[in-house]
């Protein structure tokens, strides 16, 4: 492997991005570095783990930061021939070197759903009826986004909701009146409201959610994951404000702020949704499991809420 470079991918709309189709059947106006992100995401989530195509792309990519690292690799272009009598070497084998995808990660910004109830279970993001109970109340709710191998978990969408502003299929591009940083803005001040508290979590406090952390087989146990992640903490670090929202752009009704007091603010909180399988992994890397957020299941693997605060 030669040396390893990470690209960041800041938010951008994915207007067209068909959620049916893999990554390399997509509209060429895709970025390519999502496109990257999506080629390991399906090799671990779909190849690996199961989850359907469908559900691997979501709202909220359009409005996450992403980063991917490659590597360069020499690839065999064509084997070696031998002749089959003397069993000498008639053509030597040819190889050329080739940069791809071999890991990503995303940071999604505030704000973001629920926190999943204990024992819950989420198919595409969306939250099931109790299977001891009729009861339907709740199908709506979206979990949060993780998933890993060497990594995180993940929640989705069957179909991009009509109301993404970022523009689906379901619903086509049209005029916008806003950028895509005020976009990215506008998602930051448009709250769910308050959250059930936790171990590491008051219901109120802004935190951004890493997610979607994979690693290509071939590649694991070469300090992918931890790389990635050291990027992202660092990009975080430098640049705290940058999913704040702007009070001079939105105003404080768009908010819902009745005072300053009330503008959300990032301090520093990370929240991850961990496989269960790789919860020493977000240990090392300094993430706590929150008790009080207990486990729940996307794509039918088991999770946990695990939370750090970053100095910045």
Request: charge should be negative; proline fraction near 8%; aromatic fraction near 8%.
């Amino acid at each position: 492997m030669g040396t390893p470079f990470i690209t960041h991918l800041e938010p951008t709309r994915l207007d067209g991005y068909n959620p049916r189709l893999s990554h390399d059947r997509q509209p060429s106006h895709i970025p390519a570095a999502f496109r990257d992100a999506m080629c390991v995401r399906e090799m671990v989530f779909v190849g690996e783990q199961g989850c359907p195509l469908e559900h691997e792309y979501d709202a909220d990519d359009a409005r996450s930061c992403h980063w991917v690292m490659y590597a360069s690799v020499k690839m065999t272009t064509e084997p070696e021939e031998r002749d089959p009598e003397t069993d000498l070497v008639v053509r030597p084998r040819r190889s050329e070197t080739t940069t791809m995808p071999i890991g990503t990660l995303r940071i999604v910004p505030f704000p973001h759903p629920p926190h999943p109830p204990d024992g819950a279970r989420y198919v595409g993001g969306v939250l099931q009826p109790a299977e001891d109970s009729g009861n339907t109340t709740g199908n709506n709710s979206k979990a949060g986004n993780g998933r890993a191998h060497n990594g995180n978990a993940k929640t989705n969408e069957n179909n991009p909701p009509v109301n993404n502003i970022h523009g689906t299929e379901a619903e086509p591009q049209r005029h916008r009146a806003f950028s895509i940083v005020d976009e990215r803005r506008m998602s930051a001040a448009m709250p769910f409201g308050a959250d059930r508290q936790t171990d590491f979590h008051n219901g109120k406090e802004p935190y951004v959610k890493l997610g979607r952390m994979a690693v290509i087989p071939e590649f694991r146990g070469h300090q992918v994951a931890i790389q990635l992640w050291n990027a992202a903490k660092k990009w975080m670090q430098e640049n705290p404000t940058y999913f704040n929202p702007s009070v001079k752009e939105l105003g404080m009704d768009a908010m819902k702020a009745g005072n300053t007091d009330d503008i959300p603010k990032w301090n520093g909180l990370v929240c991850v949704h961990a496989q269960e399988s790789v919860i020493k992994v977000y240990e090392r890397w300094g993430f706590k499991v929150d008790k009080g957020m207990g486990k729940f299941y996307e794509e039918g693997i088991l999770h946990v809420g695990m939370f750090q605060r970053l100095e910045v």
